[in-house]
């Protein structure tokens, strides 16, 4: 009998494992070929680092972005720059046999004439957060992984929305982004979760995913809660001060730690939205 569940397991292992060569289409609708299992890989985008570990493909990571801080282990790694100063000399000089690039920035190009491996994985809606990582999860031989990661993610997610559909109220919310101001429309992974949490974002979603937002029509829309900008710099903009948000005090930025991950498309999600379901609707988590 234990032989026998011995093989039963090893036979369903081989049924989940990526065969090789790999041929797939990235983000960049560019047909890229993986000889075989990638060993030295170099991420240039948090999200795709973060995903890697939460796989567990951690340990084939060489080299990653100036950005990329979690989990710790990654922290330690060589830093290659951004997406916009890539240190290519550094990349090459890893001997990568595959980097993960994002569809910015100017790196594609200059990796791919020195012969290397390079796969656009760039995460941006919220259903593409768990298609990416199924993804990623094929690209380096970690498909099980990827969909018990996936499969744990909206459960998680799922409990958070049960507590939310039940609250009371639905505070209209404006997220900035940047004081430029920047802001999120409804359908950007973003603006998901902050419906998910139990807010009414004000940002249409004809204005776009981030959309640069008139003060004006922030200030028209007058919304209950403000998030990502501090209570003294709203308060001392033109007109912000006769808001519902700035009368009743609900005006924050996000805690540290928390701003990170809600703007991260990755494995993390779920706490980024129990955290802002927990600022938008307290009484819920009492």
């Known amino acids: ?3 026998f569940l011995t093989l039963s397991l090893a036979l369903a292992s081989l049924a989940g494992a990526t065969t090789y060569p790999l041929t797939l289409t990235d983000d960049l609708n560019r047909k890229v070929t993986l000889k075989a299992e990638p060993q030295r890989i170099v991420s240039m985008l948090p999200s795709d680092s973060e995903t890697l570990c939460a796989i567990g493909a951690c340990d084939k990571l060489v080299g990653v972005d100036d950005y990329s801080d979690y989990p710790q282990k990654v922290t330690t790694l060589p830093k290659m720059g951004g ?4 240190k290519i000399e550094a990349i090459v000089a890893q001997k990568p046999d595959l980097v993960l690039v994002s569809k910015y920035g ?8 020195a012969g290397i491996t390079v796969i656009v994985v760039n995460p941006e809606t919220y259903e593409e957060v768990f298609s990416k990582t199924l993804v990623l999860g094929k ?3 970690r498909e099980a992984q990827a969909r018990t990661l996936v499969t744990g993610m909206r459960r998680d997610i799922a409990r958070i929305e049960i507590l939310t559909k039940n609250a009371v109220r639905k505070p209209t919310a404006y997220f900035e982004v940047d004081p430029t101001p920047y802001s999120i429309g409804p359908n950007s992974f973003m603006g998901v979760l902050l419906t998910k949490a139990g807010a009414r974002n004000i940002i249409p979603a004809s204005m776009g995913d981030f959309p640069k937002v008139d003060p004006e029509f922030i200030v028209g829309a007058n919304p209950q809660i403000i998030l990502g900008v501090d209570a003294k710099t709203a308060a ?5 001060s006769s808001m519902t948000a ?6 924050m930025a996000l805690p540290k730690g928390l701003d990170t991950i809600f703007s991260r498309p990755g494995p993390r999600m779920p706490q980024a939205l129990a955290q802002l379901a927990r600022i ?3 009484e819920l988590f009492k």
């Open 1 to 3: 009998m234990k032989a």
């Open 139 to 141: 690209i380096v031989n």
């Open 106 to 113: 100017k790196i594609v190009e200059p990796l791919t004439q």
């Open 246 to 251: 700035l009368k009743s005090g609900k005006v």
């Open 83 to 86: 997406l916009y100063d890539p």
């Open 280 to 282: 938008i609707h307290p």
């Open 236 to 240: 001392a903009r033109p007109g912000w």
